[in-house]
């Protein structure tokens, strides 16, 4: 699943290739996650500039003059470039061309990758957001485990397996810890791992994806892959079930609970 940083980076390449030029056409081959129906959409974005593309948790909005399309690419969906007059990929959800006739497209073999015009405002904050205090709030007032909270997208919006597990070791918390069992001095040494791995992971990506829309990069993790035997410290990385997905840490992470 694509997280807050890749999603930042795919924002900031669609900005650069098509933002100021006019949506010639939008197809839509799988219209049932659609809050509006599929000529409607059309019709709202159609002949329209493309004014920004802006990540928000873990959905990207295009806003199209007043209008503001959402994307939320779920655990398979992908973004896709095309060409002037090539044929679009296999599992298109949806199809962007531009003045040009170069695009985007949304791909997900799933079919579950979601657009929704005009969405309503979010409730929670977004990861890189939020400010100290708020996150201070959440966490002591939470009885569950602190992963659990991270990614929790009603507490904080942006924040996926993968990157729970580099921010809790950055800070070397354990992803079993209790939140309200962390000392408010460890939780802000988490808030701040929270920005700083984010942020990094932001940069990293950027760097290796240019202008290419790649799938999720990971190879710059610490502890999360299976890959990885050992932290950068030397700790044995192990692995266990937490909310049903895989998580990765090592005993340099402290308990609380």
């Known amino acids: 699943m694509a997280e807050l940083p890749d999603l930042e980076v795919f924002a900031q390449i ?3 290739k098509f933002k100021g030029r ?7 081959m799988v219209a049932k ?3 509006v129906t599929a000529s409607s959409l059309k019709e709202n974005l159609e002949g329209k500039k493309l004014l920004k593309v802006l990540r928000s948790g873990k959905t990207l909005h295009f806003h199209f003059g007043k209008e503001v399309l959402q994307v939320h690419l779920m655990l398979r969906g992908e973004l896709a470039a095309i ?3 090539s044929a679009l990929p296999k599992y298109t959800i949806l199809a962007f061309h531009f003045s040009g006739g170069e695009g985007f497209t949304v791909v997900d073999i799933l079919r579950a990758a979601t657009p929704t015009l005009n969405p309503d405002a979010a409730m929670a904050p977004d990861a890189l957001e939020m400010d100290e205090e708020y996150f ?4 002591s007032k939470s009885k569950k485990m602190v992963k659990e909270v991270l990614m929790d997208q009603k507490k904080m919006r942006g924040i996926g ?5 580099e921010i809790l070791w950055d800070a ?3 992803p079993f810890s209790i939140s309200s069992a962390i000392p408010e001095k460890i939780v802000k040494k988490l808030f701040r791992s929270l920005g700083s791995v984010l942020k990094e992971a932001i940069k990293a990506i950027a760097k290796e994806n240019g202008n290419e829309l790649s799938g999720e990069l990971r190879d710059f993790m610490k502890v999360h892959s299976a890959k990885l035997e050992k932290s950068p410290s030397g700790a044995v ?3 266990d079930k937490i909310g049903g997905r895989t998580s990765y840490y090592t005993d340099e992470q402290q308990l609380y609970s």
């Open 14 to 16: 669609i900005s650069r």
């Open 22 to 28: 006019s949506l010639k056409q939008l197809e839509i």
């Open 33 to 35: 996650k659609l809050n």
């Open 83 to 85: 060409e002037k007059d």
């Open 136 to 139: 201070i709030g959440v966490i």
């Open 161 to 165: 397996n993968s990157y729970a597990d």
């Open 172 to 174: 070397r918390v354990s």
């Open 237 to 239: 990385v192990k692995s």
